[in-house]
């Protein structure tokens, strides 16, 4: 005699803004294909989205590609979408890294965080600075380098999508 067990219970369904994360995806590429730009201005666009992303200024960094890209005629929507290379999956080692390089560039041996008595507000303040200074630093290196290979990576990609979809 056999017997059969009952079926294995189905996947869960995983979902984003409402959708299975496949067809967001999706949706997303056929936006992509369906704006009305060159694929320089949104080479550009991305570029400047991810030398904003590379900054830990959460919450503003949208507003900044989305300003840089009108200074330099990017599309600002794919600016905005180019933020979210930080987000907070890899906040951390997006700024790690960044700081790392920042030390390097700035040639900053380590920032002293020990102290044997306590800190007056100078020592902090000074502190902070210091931080502030390598992480920007390592921001900026980083993110020019990252916005030059997002260009560089985007032009022919986008010409080649837009010929494929021109030729449909």
């Not at 989205?49 to 919450?59: N, T």
């Not at 600016?79 to 390097?104: D, E, H, M």
């Not at 380590?110 to 200074?133: C, H, K, N, V, Y």
Request: no cysteine.
């Amino acid at each position: 005699m056999v017997y059969r067990s009952s079926p294995p219970p189905p996947a869960p369904q995983y979902r984003v803004f409402g959708m299975k994360p496949l067809r967001v995806l999706r949706y997303f590429y056929l936006r992509l294909l369906r704006l009305q730009a060159t694929p320089a201005e949104i080479a550009r666009g991305l570029a400047v989205g991810v030398f904003a992303g590379m900054f830990p200024a959460f919450g503003f960094q949208t507003i900044v590609s989305v300003l840089f890209a009108t200074l330099i005629r990017g599309n600002k929507l794919a600016a905005a979408a180019a933020t979210w290379v930080s987000n907070p999956l890899t906040y951390v080692p997006i700024y790690a890294f960044n700081f790392q390089v920042g030390k390097r560039v700035l040639g900053v041996r380590a920032l002293q965080f020990q102290f044997t008595e306590r800190p007056s507000f100078d020592d902090l303040t000074q502190m902070g600075a210091d931080f502030i200074a390598v992480m920007f630093t390592g921001s900026f290196v980083v993110g020019i380098t990252a916005a030059a290979i997002a260009y560089i990576a985007a032009i022919p990609t986008l010409r080649a999508i837009k010929r494929r979809f021109r030729d449909r």
